[in-house]
């Protein structure tokens, strides 16, 4: 399944739906810029979820360091991965406070590899970055995110989640 028009209008609504800023200060002073991701796909049963899957969480874990003013917020102050219903804006609102904050919205999906034997399955990855503008109380869809990483043996979405975070550090950067 590609996304689809209504599929990219829903992760903006369901991002937007998530958070509700309140002009508090960034509870971690080394944080300038925050992300949130949200995963809807055939996995979450088409459900919203906020929070990073078990393979995005072990790479997070390993390679946040290479991202030290990017952090994450998750939808709770469980740090689990919770539905779009289920987050806490004031908790949200209450880590990000003022600071930039952006939006990695995506889903996983199966597709068909054409190789030297006839082919073979593998995940694919894509998404959407936003960045959530105070002014209008919405997200802004900013770029796709698209994973290249077509193989059997590592995750898509990992490989999403790091595309996703260079593009917001390039942000910074400019």
């Known amino acids: 399944m590609k996304p689809t028009t209504a599929l990219l209008a829903f992760l903006l609504v369901a991002s937007t739906a998530a958070v509700r800023l309140s002009s508090q200060h960034p509870a971690n002073k080394a944080c300038k810029t925050y992300f949130i991701v949200t995963e809807k796909d055939e996995t979450t049963v088409n459900l919203n979820m906020i929070g990073l899957n078990e393979p995005q969480g ?28 289920g987050a806490s804006e004031s908790y949200i609102g209450s880590v990000v406070g003022d600071a930039p904050l952006y939006s990695i919205a995506w889903e996983e999906h199966k597709v068909f590899v054409p190789d030297d034997n006839g082919g073979h399955y593998a995940w694919s990855a894509n998404g959407i970055l936003s960045r959530w503008d105070q002014t209008k109380q919405d997200f802004v869809a900013l770029a796709p995110i698209h994973s290249t990483n077509r193989t059997i043996f590592t995750s898509s979405s990992t490989s999403l989640l790091k595309d996703g975070l260079q593009e917001v550090q390039n942000r910074i950067n400019q």
Do not use: M, Q
């Open 58 to 85: 072990k790479w997070y874990k390993k390679h946040a360091g290479e991202f030290p003013s990017i952090c994450l917020v998750n939808g709770d102050a469980s740090g689990k991965r919770v539905t779009v219903d």
